[in-house]
Every structure is written in structure tokens, then in C-alpha cells.
């Protein structure tokens, strides 16, 4: 009895061995079509039940990236390990994966119950089971009070919480998403990016989504690929991106910054014939007479003006004379542009209360940040 007790059940033990180790693996993936690839080189691990999001532009690799994850396209190069198992080039329909389209793919002549029941039945589940667990799966989305209306009679909306609902019925290892709600209007976008995020969370699953939006990448994510040109340019957090970006495309492509373009000499940048220190913890990593640019974001530009106290005015880096070109009110904050003398703008954003945001169009003004808040990246354009 005691041995009962202690020792793990089958089904324990299966579900800790499942625990153990990333959920999904990519390992060099890579796909041609031609001659031409259209991913390279693509290798990350996600633990079970993360929240990852491919963002890029169009055209980058990441829908390709997502077949071949579904199966619906086999890698020229790479392995693809779901759950420990190669799957490289398992047929789609053993795979566990559960998949979302843009376009909601419902079938127009079955009722939302059936839709959702359809996985499940083509599985081999008895209709009254498999009606059961559609069901619940359409609670979970919210719809369940719309189970016998055709997909023709629900908003966009509703057709995709359904397909949701259809992706996730029968509980996948893996759940993928390509730009689903890129057909939907921005307030329905919204609430749709919560409560997708909320039922990954509820069913722990393990999510890779697509899109070409960063502020959707932004508030879904645990993690974030930055896709450019078929490769992962960078991968982590939303706060590593935003903080720490490996590169322009990626600084560019994640919220707002001011790039300054210059040549490294004796560990700083030069720009414009002014010297700017650079951030310690990217001492070293380009050499002098290198071709880099700092960025700079604009709620870490120090404005100072003739309106500002002498007390609030923090300079703590060089400080670049310029006028202010273009005031924009934006409720919270004003955004100010900036035309330095040394040649090139800079864009602030000053919150509302302080004196600073009294300065206006025309007026002479300094700008300067602090060397650490800022990042260094190469740069090979001139
Ligand atoms: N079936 C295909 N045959 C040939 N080229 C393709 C095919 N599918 C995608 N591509 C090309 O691969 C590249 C990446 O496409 P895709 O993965 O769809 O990008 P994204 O989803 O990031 O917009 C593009 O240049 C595209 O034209
Ligand atoms: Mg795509």
C-alpha cells in the first residue's frame, strides 16, 4: 500500500517526463522553393506553454516557417521536435497541432457545434463525446450560446473566436496562429489579443503566432522572433528587443527610435563631428573605425528648454544644440522633432506635466541622453 503511495502513477509519470525539456525545438530549419530560400538557418526551443510570436514583414518567412511547423510543407533542411519526437516530416494530421488562418476556413454548410466537433470526429470520437467537448471548448471562447447558428450569421469576430475554438477542442500539443485577426477592425483586434492571450494561459498551451504588427507582438508575448529576409535577426523577450536591439532592422521595427549613424573612434561614436559615448556594456563589441549607430528612444531624450528648472534639467550625456521643428500634442506626452546643428533630427517625447512641454515651434532648445540607456549596433550603410 505504502508502494501505491509513493510511486508516481503511468499517467504521472508520463505527464512529468512531458514537463521535462522544451515543448517544441527547431534545429537549422531551413526551405527552398527553387533555388531561393525562403527561411533559413531557423533554430529555437520553447518551453511548454509559451506564448512565442513571429513578427516580421511581409515576405520575411514567417508563414513558411509555420507550415513547415504544421506540416504542410517539408523542410528542405532541419529537424522539427515536438514533445521530444521527431516530426520532421510527420503528416500533418499526426502531428497535435492545432491551427488558426487568417481567413477563419469554417466550413459554411456545418453549424458552429459541428465545426468545432469536426477535429474531433475525424479523430474517431463518437458524435455525442465529441459534441460534448465542442461544447466546452465554445464556453471557453464565449460562444457557446451561438453553438447551432452557421458561420455566415457571426461577425468576424465570432467566425474566429469558432476557429479558435476548432484549434484548441482537442487539447493539441501545439497551437498556431497565422496573422488571425489581421482581418478585424482594431478595437475588435484588441480585445481579441486578450483573450487569445487568456486561454493560452487557462490551457497552458504553447502558442506560435504570426504577425506582421508589433504592437500585437508586444502585448501577446513571452518571447518574440524578429524575422527579416528569411532568418531570425533576433529572439527574446518584448523588454530585450525594446532595450537591447541587435540591430537597426530590429530597433526599426520595434517602437520608435532615433538612429545616429556614425564611424567608432577611441570607444565612442562620432557623429556629425561630435563625440558620444556609448553604453558600457557595449564596450568592446565593435572595433574603432567600425561603421555603427546608437539608437536612441525618444522617451529617453533629456529636452531642455527655456521653460525648463534648472533642477529637472538632467543632463547626463553630451548635450546637442538644435530647434524645435514640429510639436505634435499626443494626450498623455508631446512629441517634439528636432533639427540639430550638427545635421540630423531627433525625435523627444516629454510627458505632459512637465515644463518642458511648454516649449513650442521655432524656439532654440538642447537635447542629450544618458550613455546607458541608449544602444550601440553595427551599421554597414554610410
Ligand atoms: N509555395 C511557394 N513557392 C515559391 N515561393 C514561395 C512559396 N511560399 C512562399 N514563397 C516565398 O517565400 C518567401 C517567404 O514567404 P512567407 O513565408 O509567406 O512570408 P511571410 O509569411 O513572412 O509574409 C517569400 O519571398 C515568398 O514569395
Ligand atoms: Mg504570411
Not at 147 to 169: C, D, M, N, T, Y
Not at 356 to 363: L, V
Request: hydrophobic share 40%; net charge negative.
Amino acid at each position: 500500500m505504502s508502494t501505491a503511495l509513493n510511486t508516481p502513477s503511468i499517467a504521472d509519470q508520463f505527464a512529468a517526463r512531458e514537463a521535462d525539456g522544451p515543448a517544441l525545438i527547431l534545429e537549422g530549419v531551413g526551405k527552398k522553393f527553387g533555388d531561393s530560400y525562403a527561411v533559413r538557418d531557423v533554430s529555437f526551443e520553447l518551453e511548454q506553454g509559451t506564448f512565442l510570436t513571429m513578427l516580421g514583414p511581409s515576405g520575411s518567412g514567417k508563414s513558411t516557417t509555420l507550415n513547415m511547423i504544421a506540416g504542410f510543407l517539408d523542410p528542405t533542411e532541419g529537424t522539427i521536435r515536438l514533445r521530444g519526437r521527431d516530426i520532421t516530416t510527420l503528416l500533418p494530421n499526426k502531428r497535435a497541432i492545432g491551427m488558426v488562418f487568417q481567413n477563419y476556413s469554417l466550413f459554411p454548410h456545418l453549424n458552429v457545434l459541428r465545426n468545432v466537433a469536426f477535429p474531433l470526429e475525424v479523430r474517431g470520437m463518437k458524435r455525442r463525446e465529441a459534441a460534448a467537448k465542442a461544447a466546452a471548448a465554445l464556453e471557453l471562447v464565449e460562444l457557446g450560446h451561438r453553438a447551432r447558428a452557421f458561420p455566415k450569421e457571426l461577425s468576424g469576430g465570432q467566425q474566429q473566436r469558432v476557429a479558435l475554438a476548432r484549434a484548441i477542442v482537442f487539447e493539441p500539443d501545439l497551437l498556431l496562429m497565422d496573422e488571425p485577426l489581421g482581418a478585424l477592425d482594431k478595437r475588435l483586434r484588441e480585445t481579441m489579443q486578450i483573450s487569445i492571450k487568456n486561454i493560452a494561459e487557462q490551457l497552458n498551451s504553447t502558442v506560435v503566432f504570426v504577425t506582421h504588427d508589433q504592437e500585437e507582438a508586444l502585448v501577446m508575448s513571452d518571447q518574440i522572433a524578429i524575422y527579416n529576409d528569411g532568418g531570425i535577426e533576433q529572439y527574446g523577450t518584448s523588454q530585450d528587443l525594446y532595450e537591447n536591439p541587435a540591430s537597426i532592422f530590429v530597433a526599426d521595427f520595434i517602437g520608435e527610435s532615433n538612429i545616429l549613424r556614425g564611424q567608432m573612434s577611441q570607444g565612442a561614436l562620432a557623429v556629425g563631428g561630435q563625440v558620444f559615448p556609448i553604453p558600457t556594456r557595449s564596450k568592446g563589441r565593435i572595433s574603432d573605425g567600425d561603421r555603427a549607430a546608437i539608437i536612441v528612444r525618444p522617451e529617453q531624450v533629456t529636452l531642455r528648454s527655456r521653460h525648463s528648472r534648472a533642477d529637472t534639467a538632467q543632463v547626463k550625456g553630451p548635450e546637442v544644440q538644435g530647434t524645435v521643428r514640429e510639436v505634435i500634442y499626443l494626450g498623455t506626452a508631446y512629441r517634439f522633432y528636432v533639427s540639430c546643428d550638427l545635421g540630423f533630427e531627433i525625435e523627444v517625447r516629454v510627458r505632459r506635466h512637465l515644463p518642458e512641454g511648454e516649449t513650442r515651434k521655432g524656439e532654440r532648445v538642447s537635447v542629450s541622453w544618458a550613455p546607458e540607456d541608449i544602444s550601440l549596433v553595427p551599421s554597414d550603410e554610410a
